[in-house]
Nanobody
Framework: QVQLVESGGGLVEAGGSLRLSCAGS????????MAWFRQAPGKEREFVAG????????YYADAVRGRFTISKDNANNMGYLQMNSLKTDDTAVYFC?????????????WGQGTQVTVSS
């Protein structure tokens, strides 16, 4: 079992930055991939970024590559998403997820989400 709790969302102006945190618990967190997804109003949930269980390989959606950075701190059971150069299109509820592989993420463990709002 893995439990995930996101934090760090909020309201920011376009061009600004936010760092989201994902606190994990459960023995498997350190051995699982971690990913961030987001869901904007009226849209389907979409993949944002993923990181391997060791934190040494990262994967990004085209829309965020070069602006967002995902990281994982297994020693402290934490995951992060550093978001820079935010755009209004980044407004969404952001979810942290954890699973044995990236391809099984949608059926893995999920947090409750944190709201990110980017104003123009």
């Amino acid at each position: 079992q893995v439990q995930l709790v996101e934090s760090g969302g909020g309201l920011v102006e376009a061009g600004g930055s936010l760092r989201l945190s994902c606190a994990g618990s459960g023995s498997a967190f350190g051995r699982y991939f971690m990913a961030w997804f987001r869901q904007a109003p009226g849209k389907e949930r979409e993949f944002v970024a993923g990181v391997s269980w060791k934190g040494d390989n990262a994967y990004y959606a085209d829309a965020v590559r070069g602006r967002f950075t995902i990281s994982k701190d297994n020693a402290n059971n934490m995951g992060y998403l550093q978001m820079n150069s935010l755009k209004t299109d980044d407004t969404a509820v952001y979810f942290c997820a954890s699973a044995p592989t990236l391809s099984t993420m949608k059926s893995g463990y999920w947090g409750q989400g944190t709201q990110v709002t980017v104003s123009s």
